[in-house]
C-alpha cells in the first residue's frame, strides 16, 4: 500500500467551524458562489456575448502579462545564476557584462509592456463595466433563485442551469445600437 490515508467531507456550511488540528490535517477548499464573482463570471459571459472582441482582447492582455512577468523572472534567474557563478574580478567578465546588458535591455523592454498592458487593461475594464449592471442583476437573480429553496426544495437551481436561461436569454433580448436600450432588453 502507498501509505496515503485520504477522507473527503463536504458541508453546506458557508463557514464551517473545525478544531485547528482538523484545519491542520486537511485541505479546505470553498466552492461558494459570492455576488461579486458570479458578477465578473456574468459580466465576462455577457460581454463575450455582445463585444467578443472586447473579451478576446482582455483574455489575450492577460496571457501577455503572464508571459511577460514570467519573461521578468526568468531574467532576474538568470542573472542571479550568472553573478552567483562568476569567478574573478567581475569587471573582467566580458561574459557576465554582455549578460548584464543584455538582461538590462530586455527588462526595459518588458517593463515599458507591462506598463502599457495596465493602461490597455484599464481602457478594457472601462468598456466592460458599461455591461456591469446587468451582470449584477443576474447574480441578484441566481441568488433571490438559489433562496427561493428555503421556501420549498423543489425551488432549487444550479449555477449550470441558470448560465444555461441566462444565456439564451442574451441570445433573446432584442437587439439595440445603444447600450442603455440594450442592457434593459
Known sequence: ???????????????????PGVFGK???????????GLEDQLLSVIVKYERPELEEQREKLIQETFQN????????????????????????NTELISTLEDTKTKAAEVT???????????DIERARDGYRMAANR????????????VINPMYQYSLMAFLEVFNISLRRSLPDSLLNKRLRN
Open 1 to 19: 500500500s502507498s501509505g496515503i490515508n485520504a477522507e473527503y467531507g463536504d458541508t453546506k456550511l458557508a463557514n464551517p467551524k473545525y478544531s
Open 26 to 36: 486537511s485541505m479546505v477548499i470553498n466552492y461558494t458562489v459570492t455576488l461579486k
Open 69 to 92: 512577468k514570467q519573461k521578468l523572472k526568468d531574467l532576474e534567474d538568470t542573472l542571479l545564476r550568472e553573478l552567483a557563478n562568476s569567478t574573478g574580478n567581475m569587471l573582467d
Open 112 to 122: 515599458e509592456k507591462l506598463k502599457l498592458s495596465v493602461k490597455t487593461g484599464v
Open 138 to 149: 443576474g447574480a441578484v437573480l441566481f441568488f433571490v433563485l438559489s433562496d427561493m429553496s
